[in-house]
C-alpha cells in the first residue's frame, strides 16, 4: 500500500510560480509512475504531467509544455511539479497518481494510489 500527499499549493498572481511536492510512503516508489493531474471546479480531472520510473522520461499536456517541469527523486519518494508563469486557467486542485503500468497514462483512469490533492489558485 502506498500513501500519496501533496504540498506547495496556495495563491500566487498570475505570471508567479509554485513547486508542487508529492511524498509517497508505505511501499516501493521507484516502481511506480508519477503522474500529476488537475482538476477545476465544476471540470473533468485532467493530465498535467508524467514522469516514467524507467529512464526517467516524461510526458506533458500541451498547455503546461514550456511552463511546468516534473521531477522525481527516489532516494526521497517525492516527486515534483515546478510550476511558472501561471495563468488563471491553472487554477485547480492538482493531485499526484502512482501508477506500476508500465509507460505514461494520460487519462485518469487505473492509477493505482491517489493522493488527497493541493489547492492552487493563480489570481489575474
Known amino acids: 500500500q502506498v500513501q500519496l500527499v501533496e504540498s506547495g499549493g496556495g495563491l500566487v498572481q498570475a505570471g508567479g510560480s509554485l513547486r508542487l511536492s508529492c511524498a509517497a510512503s508505505g511501499r516501493t516508489f521507484s516502481a511506480y509512475t508519477m503522474t500529476w493531474f488537475r482538476q477545476a471546479p465544476g471540470k473533468e480531472r485532467e493530465f498535467v504531467a508524467g514522469i516514467s520510473w524507467r529512464g526517467p522520461s516524461t510526458h506533458y499536456a500541451e498547455f503546461v509544455k514550456g511552463r511546468f517541469t516534473i521531477s522525481r527523486e527516489n532516494a526521497e519518494n517525492t516527486v515534483y511539479l515546478q510550476m511558472n508563469n501561471l495563468s488563471p486557467e491553472d487554477t485547480a486542485v492538482y493531485y499526484c497518481?502512482?501508477?506500476?503500468?508500465?509507460?505514461?497514462?494520460?487519462?485518469?483512469?487505473?492509477?493505482?494510489?491517489w493522493g488527497q490533492g493541493t489547492q492552487v489558485t493563480v489570481s489575474p
Open positions: 497518481a502512482a501508477d506500476a503500468r508500465l509507460g505514461i497514462f494520460t487519462a485518469p483512469y487505473g492509477f493505482d494510489y
